[in-house]
């Protein structure tokens, strides 16, 4: 046998390496939630989408087995990110179609539009960038007062009127300004730090 | 106003959260006046299109709403997930078939009938095949004895680090000496086929007992458990946590006199992203502790736990958690508590349920203390169940679901026992009630109010019956003395003599042998009524049964 020492897995050191855990774990708070929600889109019932989700992950889990570093180009992140992406959608075009919610942004339209993207690749984006995002709002929410966070909250999401929530948290229009703006900010940064080490990304910002 | 030209120069300082305060607060009123600033605020923050993304990503996301259950299923096997990563981050790979022809990484045998051989070991047959390797029955020529050989699998085999562990764990429990522990002789660590030799123990497990026989019988169930216990106790005494406690790791003789521990923590050794082998998205977990399903560190009361799990599942046939799948299973055992095994089984004492509830419990500080003392309790109890005429009722055990249930009946009893008794104490003082019903209420209210009125208000029917029938209660929960409930029997039907004397005016209280029986009942406090009742093993259900005499 040749050294058996340096057969397989340097899976081992890449995983002790606690960058890659924290990578896993972003992955998983991301990803997990993410996996089912399409399966959801897909049409599947909630006890469905809970065993396809099961199902997706395990092979992930076994590829992230077999992965070798130095083989793949990119970071553990990006790498996890593509081959969710590849088994995913595979799963969604095996299911026949993929109803598209009315209530969808403005590329949910887009694909109804132009047949030539593809739908299935779209749908997939859309749903991670907005899964990004809500991990990122999820993971900083507790970083603030509970006032200053329903100031963006409710300015930015609900889009309600500075001074309607201004008299409903009973804060001045000047706090409720710099609140909602130290939330954003500190959003953004999450997000783009994500996005940045799972692959370049779209959210460059010059201010940064 | 200034908007054109305003250069106020801290705006950008708002985004620290460390402004300070007195700056803070100039600047907010400046930004209420100042559009200008405002917009630069709301720029510097993020760019106009972030923003927007921000409230259609966010806004959107109802768009597929996961339930409370579903959200919080993904959340916990996240966490799991995550966890396990992170306390075991030795992952071998676990992807090569289980299947493999296991006859290839033997040489040929020296013995004619043996199917092959490892160094001194002539292999005779097979004694089973999992996902960690092969354990063969062999016979040792260099020391003329028959023994169970365990040959990691070659995909193991080919991963330094799961090798490593095998070899590592095989050596700690080579060390527990005990006859309930399969004993590991010796630790091959060769690089083709590291194994280990171990002590030829029965070939059944528990699984294929209860699988072909369904429950077993009290009796066997607390003697398999003080066994286990006990060979626990020796593993957690030198730090050793078996981690894979479930009825296919116990080996049975066939008359189920001796059981057998297998696999000291070689769970461990082969755990696959801590996901196959403790069962996670390919096999059932149904015997993980909640600190285990959780991935949290684990210490020797997660053993307790399995072991309670087994236990159950002896005495019922039935795992306590189950789930058609894996989240479900995952869930159960965090969140849930299983269903009474009486009610599987109605066969099993409550002493044995409330054992095996104890060791169910999910905070590992409610458990047993240790195997240790787990031991010695079954010990006491099987000792009990053998001679019930010569030995002591064991102590009833406490767990914190009965101690909820118990104190709501304690509650109950004690009032029954306090109200009466100041009532004897009452009418001891040859008062006539009839004649100052004021002080009657007035000293009945202060200490116990409008309950103790309506327990006297409606005294018990037949005082013979509620006394066959306490007898009956205690005859079931075998305590050979009864004294307590006998007492309170004839409190009651005291109770009842003295009612109708109550109601006929003039009549005199003493009635016949009033002083000679009256029950020793000195100066109840609700509290040590209660204790009382705790000590005599007065739980809920016979409480309720009092409970409807009254």
Same mark, same amino acid.
């Given at each position: 046998?040749?050294?058996?020492?340096?057969?397989?897995?340097?899976?081992?050191?890449?995983?002790?390496?606690?960058?890659?855990?924290?990578?896993?774990?972003?992955?998983?708070?991301?990803?997990?939630?993410?996996?089912?929600?399409?399966?959801?889109?897909?049409?599947?019932?909630?006890?469905?989408?809970?065993?396809?989700?099961?199902?997706?992950?395990?092979?992930?889990?076994?590829?992230?087995?077999?992965?070798?570093?130095?083989?793949?180009?990119?970071?553990?992140?990006?790498?996890?990110?593509?081959?969710?992406?590849?088994?995913?959608?595979?799963?969604?075009?095996?299911?026949?179609?993929?109803?598209?919610?009315?209530?969808?942004?403005?590329?949910?339209?887009?694909?109804?539009?132009?047949?030539?993207?593809?739908?299935?690749?779209?749908?997939?984006?859309?749903?991670?960038?907005?899964?990004?995002?809500?991990?990122?709002?999820?993971?900083?929410?507790?970083?603030?007062?509970?006032?200053?966070?329903?100031?963006?909250?409710?300015?930015?999401?609900?889009?309600?009127?500075?001074?309607?929530?201004?008299?409903?948290?009973?804060?001045?229009?000047?706090?409720?300004?710099?609140?909602?703006?130290?939330?954003?900010?500190?959003?953004?940064?999450?997000?783009?730090?994500?996005?940045?080490?799972?692959?370049?990304?779209?959210?460059?910002?010059?201010?940064? | 106003?200034?908007?054109?030209?305003?250069?106020?120069?801290?705006?950008?300082?708002?985004?620290?959260?460390?402004?300070?305060?007195?700056?803070?607060?100039?600047?907010?009123?400046?930004?209420?006046?100042?559009?200008?600033?405002?917009?630069?605020?709301?720029?510097?923050?993020?760019?106009?299109?972030?923003?927007?993304?921000?409230?259609?990503?966010?806004?959107?996301?109802?768009?597929?709403?996961?339930?409370?259950?579903?959200?919080?299923?993904?959340?916990?096997?996240?966490?799991?997930?995550?966890?396990?990563?992170?306390?075991?981050?030795?992952?071998?790979?676990?992807?090569?078939?289980?299947?493999?022809?296991?006859?290839?990484?033997?040489?040929?045998?020296?013995?004619?009938?043996?199917?092959?051989?490892?160094?001194?070991?002539?292999?005779?047959?097979?004694?089973?095949?999992?996902?960690?390797?092969?354990?063969?029955?062999?016979?040792?020529?260099?020391?003329?004895?028959?023994?169970?050989?365990?040959?990691?699998?070659?995909?193991?085999?080919?991963?330094?680090?799961?090798?490593?562990?095998?070899?590592?764990?095989?050596?700690?429990?080579?060390?527990?000496?005990?006859?309930?522990?399969?004993?590991?002789?010796?630790?091959?660590?060769?690089?083709?086929?590291?194994?280990?030799?171990?002590?030829?123990?029965?070939?059944?497990?528990?699984?294929?007992?209860?699988?072909?026989?369904?429950?077993?019988?009290?009796?066997?169930?607390?003697?398999?458990?003080?066994?286990?216990?006990?060979?626990?106790?020796?593993?957690?005494?030198?730090?050793?946590?078996?981690?894979?406690?479930?009825?296919?790791?116990?080996?049975?003789?066939?008359?189920?006199?001796?059981?057998?521990?297998?696999?000291?923590?070689?769970?461990?050794?082969?755990?696959?992203?801590?996901?196959?082998?403790?069962?996670?998205?390919?096999?059932?977990?149904?015997?993980?502790?909640?600190?285990?399903?959780?991935?949290?560190?684990?210490?020797?009361?997660?053993?307790?736990?399995?072991?309670?799990?087994?236990?159950?599942?002896?005495?019922?046939?039935?795992?306590?958690?189950?789930?058609?799948?894996?989240?479900?299973?995952?869930?159960?055992?965090?969140?849930?508590?299983?269903? *009474?095994?009486?009610? !599987?089984?109605?066969?099993?004492? $409550? &002493? +044995? #349920?409330? =054992?095996? %509830?104890?060791?169910?419990? @999910?905070?590992?500080?409610?458990?047993?203390? *240790?195997?240790?003392? !787990?031991?010695?309790?079954?010990? $006491? &109890? +099987? #000792?009990? =169940?053998? %001679?019930?005429?010569?030995? @002591?009722?064991?102590?009833?055990?406490?767990?914190?679901?009965?101690?909820?249930?118990?104190?709501?009946?304690?509650?109950? #009893?004690?009032?029954?026992?306090?109200?009466?008794?100041?009532?004897?104490?009452?009418?001891?003082?040859?008062?006539?009630?009839?004649?100052?019903?004021?002080?009657?209420?007035?000293?009945?209210?202060?200490?116990?109010?409008?309950?103790?009125?309506?327990?006297?208000?409606?005294?018990?029917?037949?005082?013979?019956?509620?006394?066959?029938?306490?007898?009956?209660?205690?005859?079931?929960?075998?305590?050979?003395?009864?004294?307590?409930?006998?007492?309170?029997?004839?409190?009651?039907?005291?109770?009842?003599?003295?009612?109708?004397?109550?109601?006929?005016?003039?009549?005199?209280?003493?009635?016949?042998?009033?002083?000679?029986?009256?029950?020793?009942?000195?100066?109840?406090?609700?509290?040590?009524?209660?204790?009382?009742?705790?000590?005599?093993?007065?739980?809920?259900?016979?409480?309720?049964?009092?409970?409807?005499?009254?």
């Amino acid at each position: 046998m040749s050294d058996p020492l340096k057969t397989r897995n340097s899976l081992i050191l890449r995983l002790r390496n606690t960058d890659d855990a924290a990578a896993w774990q972003e992955f998983l708070e991301i990803y997990h939630p993410l996996i089912f929600r399409l399966a959801r889109k897909c049409g599947l019932q909630e006890a469905d989408a809970l065993d396809t989700t099961q199902e997706v992950l395990t092979r992930i889990a076994k590829a992230v087995n077999r992965w070798e570093p130095g083989e793949e180009k990119g970071s553990f992140r990006g790498w996890l990110g593509r081959i969710t992406r590849n088994l995913v959608i595979d799963f969604m075009r095996s299911k026949k179609r993929i109803p598209l919610t009315g209530n969808e942004s403005s590329i949910g339209k887009m694909i109804e539009s132009n047949p030539v993207i593809d739908e299935t690749d779209q749908v997939y984006q859309l749903e991670q960038q907005k899964q990004i995002f809500l991990w990122a709002a999820e993971s900083i929410e507790n970083t603030f007062q509970p006032k200053s966070w329903k100031a963006f909250w409710m300015t930015t999401v609900e889009q309600k009127t500075i001074d309607d929530v201004s008299k409903e948290l009973n804060m001045t229009r000047g706090a409720i300004y710099v609140a909602r703006s130290r939330v954003m900010a500190k959003l953004k940064k999450q997000v783009q730090r994500h996005l940045n080490l799972e692959r370049s990304l779209p959210l460059e910002n010059s201010h940064e | 106003m200034n908007e054109r030209t305003c250069h106020e120069p801290y705006i950008e300082s708002l985004l620290d959260e460390n402004c300070p305060r007195a700056l803070q607060k100039d600047l907010e009123q400046h930004l209420e006046n100042c559009p200008e600033c405002r917009q630069r605020l709301f720029d510097l923050a993020a760019d106009d299109y972030i923003w927007a993304e921000a409230t259609s990503m966010l806004s959107t996301v109802g768009d597929i709403r996961l339930s409370a259950e579903s959200a919080q299923k993904i959340k916990d096997t996240t966490s799991f997930l995550v966890s396990r990563l992170d306390t075991d981050p030795e992952l071998p790979d676990h992807s090569a078939p289980v299947g493999y022809d296991w006859t290839k990484i033997l040489d040929p045998p020296a013995h004619p009938e043996a199917v092959g051989r490892i160094d001194q070991f002539e292999m005779e047959s097979k004694l089973g095949q999992g996902g960690m390797g092969i354990v063969l029955k062999g016979f040792d020529r260099e020391l003329n004895r028959a023994v169970a050989i365990k040959i990691l699998a070659p995909h193991l085999a080919a991963n330094g680090t799961a090798r490593k562990r095998f070899a590592r764990e095989a050596q700690a429990a080579a060390a527990v000496v005990h006859p309930n522990v399969t004993r590991i002789y010796s630790v091959k660590q060769s690089p083709q086929r590291p194994y280990i030799v171990m002590e030829l123990g029965p070939t059944e497990s528990l699984q294929n007992l209860v699988d072909e026989h369904g429950p077993l019988d009290v009796k066997n169930v607390i003697r398999i458990g003080l066994q286990i216990a006990s060979g626990l106790s020796a593993a957690h005494k030198i730090g050793l946590i078996h981690r894979d406690i479930k009825p296919g790791n116990i080996l049975v003789e066939k008359d189920v006199s001796r059981v057998m521990i297998t696999d000291f923590g070689l769970a461990r050794a082969v755990d696959d992203v801590g996901m196959t082998q403790t069962g996670w998205l390919t096999g059932t977990p149904n015997y993980m502790s909640p600190e285990q399903a959780r991935g949290e560190e684990l210490d020797t009361r997660s053993d307790l736990f399995s072991l309670g799990s087994l236990l159950y599942f002896l005495a019922t046939g039935r795992e306590p958690f189950r789930g058609e799948k894996t989240y479900a299973v995952i869930q159960n055992i965090i969140h849930e508590h299983p269903v *009474d095994p009486r009610s !599987l089984n109605s066969e099993v004492p $409550k &002493y +044995l #349920a409330d =054992l095996i %509830q104890k060791l169910l419990e @999910k905070d590992p500080g409610h458990r047993f203390e *240790d195997a240790n003392h !787990l031991s010695n309790v079954l010990e $006491k &109890y +099987l #000792a009990y =169940l053998e %001679q019930p005429g010569q030995m @002591k009722p064991p102590k009833r055990i406490v767990s914190s679901r009965t101690k909820q249930k118990q104190w709501i009946a304690a509650g109950i #009893a004690s009032f029954v026992l306090a109200s009466t008794a100041s009532w004897l104490l009452l009418f001891k003082q040859p008062i006539q009630p009839t004649e100052n019903p004021d002080q009657l209420s007035t000293k009945t209210e202060s200490k116990f109010p409008t309950e103790a009125v309506s327990i006297l208000e409606n005294p018990v029917e037949e005082p013979e019956k509620s006394i066959l029938e306490l007898n009956s209660i205690s005859n079931e929960y075998q305590f050979d003395d009864f004294g307590y409930f006998r007492e309170l029997g004839e409190i009651k039907s005291r109770m009842k003599t003295l009612e109708s004397q109550l109601l006929a005016p003039n009549q005199n209280i003493q009635g016949p042998g009033f002083d000679n029986h009256l029950p020793t009942m000195p100066n109840l406090e609700s509290s040590d009524a209660i204790r009382s009742l705790d000590e005599k093993g007065l739980n809920s259900d016979n409480k309720l049964r009092i409970k409807k005499f009254d």
